[in-house]
């Protein structure tokens, strides 16, 4: 009842818009896959689907930091990433995937707008953690929270019990298949899934059209950008 009343003098800060967050060099993800999520977070939370916001892939911030700027209360952002170099793709993955890898390995990625790229920075969630802060919404391990390691090692001791968003964006088809499978059982109905790179990488379109195969109540309702998935 306290939380209650002191959430209703609590000012928030308004939505970040899309060129606000693309300006931040936090992101990669172009405008239109940002409007995505834009659309689903406010589909959601006008039809008061019941549910925290989760990101697997959270690399510098930028989208974690978009989506958990528009999240009403009592919601909570749970963050998952490794915070380092991201792991190498496998054998469902494609050449264009694998291409991409080596390039990393090597040292020779570049980052965003010509910053050093993420995975070699030294201590990549320090770096993330003041990001949120400084966008206004601090990692405080209860409203938000980020879960530095490998999903294999992270998602079996998270606390998330219901969602109504997930944004999936870890590229390889490994990482796409285990974040798909956890989150399922946990969705509200009416709740979308959005993968980033279906249209970028062989491995996350085949791990999502096997999953779409399994789930017979996941719908996809656009595949432009990004693939956007709703589960009845
Ligand atoms: C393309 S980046 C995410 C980009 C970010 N959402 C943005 O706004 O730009 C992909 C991220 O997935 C993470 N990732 C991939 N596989 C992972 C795994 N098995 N466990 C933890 N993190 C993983 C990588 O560390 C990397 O930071």
Request: include cysteine.
């Given at each position: 009842?306290?939380?209650?009343?002191?959430?209703?003098?609590?000012?928030?800060?308004?939505?970040?818009?899309?060129?606000?967050?693309?300006?931040?060099?936090?992101?990669?993800?172009?405008?239109?896959?940002?409007?995505?999520?834009?659309?689903?977070?406010?589909?959601?939370?006008?039809?008061?689907?019941?549910?925290?916001?989760?990101?697997?892939?959270?690399?510098?911030?930028?989208?974690?930091?978009?989506?958990?700027?528009?999240m009403?209360?009592?919601?909570?952002?749970?963050?998952?990433?490794?915070?380092?170099?991201?792991?190498?793709?496998?054998?469902?993955?494609?050449?264009?995937?694998?291409?991409?890898?080596?390039?990393?390995?090597?040292?020779?990625?570049?980052?965003?707008?010509?910053?050093r790229?993420?995975g070699?920075?030294?201590?990549?969630?320090?770096?993330?953690?003041?990001?949120?802060?400084?966008?206004?919404?601090?990692?405080?391990?209860?409203?938000?929270?980020?879960?530095?390691?490998?999903?294999?090692?992270?998602?079996?001791?998270?606390?998330?019990?219901?969602?109504?968003?997930?944004?999936?964006?870890?590229?390889?088809f490994?990482?796409?298949?285990?974040?798909?499978?956890?989150?399922?059982?946990?969705?509200?109905?009416?709740?979308?899934?959005?993968?980033?790179?279906?249209?970028?990488?062989?491995?996350c379109?085949?791990?999502?059209?096997?999953?779409?195969?399994?789930?017979?109540?996941?719908?996809?309702?656009?595949?432009?950008?990004?693939?956007?998935l709703?589960?009845?």
């Amino acid at each position: 009842m306290l939380e209650h009343v002191r959430n209703l003098f609590r000012k928030e800060l308004p939505p970040l818009s899309v060129s606000e967050i693309a300006a931040s060099k936090l992101t990669y993800l172009p405008a239109a896959k940002l409007e995505n999520i834009a659309q689903c977070i406010q589909q959601v939370q006008a039809q008061h689907v019941p549910g925290d916001f989760v990101e697997f892939g959270v690399a510098l911030g930028g989208s974690g930091i978009f989506i958990a700027r528009r999240m009403d209360r009592p919601r909570r952002f749970v963050g998952l990433d490794l915070f380092g170099m991201i792991p190498a793709p496998g054998p469902k993955d494609d050449e264009k995937s694998h291409e991409r890898y080596r390039v990393i390995a090597s040292g020779r990625s570049e980052g965003i707008g010509g910053d050093r790229y993420y995975g070699y920075e030294p201590d990549l969630l320090s770096k993330v953690k003041r990001s949120f802060s400084e966008y206004g919404i601090p990692v405080d391990g209860k409203r938000v929270s980020l879960l530095p390691g490998l999903f294999e090692d992270t998602l079996p001791h998270w606390t998330v019990r219901k969602i109504a968003f997930a944004h999936i964006d870890c590229d390889w088809f490994d990482p796409v298949t285990l974040c798909l499978e956890t989150t399922l059982p946990l969705m509200s109905p009416g709740g979308f899934i959005i993968l980033d790179d279906y249209k970028d990488y062989g491995g996350c379109k085949q791990a999502t059209d096997e999953f779409l195969q399994r789930h017979r109540n996941v719908t996809l309702v656009d595949s432009t950008h990004n693939a956007v998935l709703q589960v009845s």
